[in-house]
């Protein structure tokens, strides 16, 4: 990392990177720690009579292919209705606006907010150059 941040850019992504990476942390926590919890919600609820909410590790298979918005089979009931549909339903459209929205757009904020203070800490560095240089003329 030290290497690339002799050029200007590459001291931008990498300096972001470094920044972000303590917030990252515990923002991944966090997102595995909603996910277990869908998990263990939708094993509880769903196991019995669902293939792909069979054990905690489908369950949890389910959800990470879930927030890449591969949504179960007829979750919404259009081709199979059963008496678990509606929570299914409910299910699905809690876990979409709390994983897939909330939590990317935590994520989103995170290297947002990193890349902000690199680019001023980088604005800063050469707007001092530049001063330095103007001087020393």
Avoid at 12 to 39: E, N, P, Q, R, Y
Wanted: charged letters at 15%.
């Amino acid at each position: 990392i030290m290497c690339t941040a002799l050029h200007p850019r590459l001291a931008l992504l990498t300096g972001t990177i470094v920044k972000a990476l303590d917030d990252l942390f515990h923002a991944t926590l966090l997102i595995i720690l909603l996910m277990g919890s869908f998990a263990g919600i939708a094993t509880w609820r769903f196991g019995t009579i669902r293939e792909d909410f069979s054990s905690l590790g489908t369950s949890f298979l389910t959800n990470f292919m879930m927030m890449f918005g591969n949504f179960p089979d007829d979750w919404t009931g259009q081709e199979f209705w059963t008496p678990l549909t509606p929570e299914l339903m409910v299910y699905t459209i809690l876990y979409f606006l709390v994983v897939f929205l909330l939590m990317q757009n935590f994520l989103l904020a995170i290297v947002v907010e990193a890349y902000m203070a690199v680019a001023e800490e980088n604005h800063l560095l050469e707007t001092g150059a530049l001063c330095q240089d103007l001087l020393l003329r």
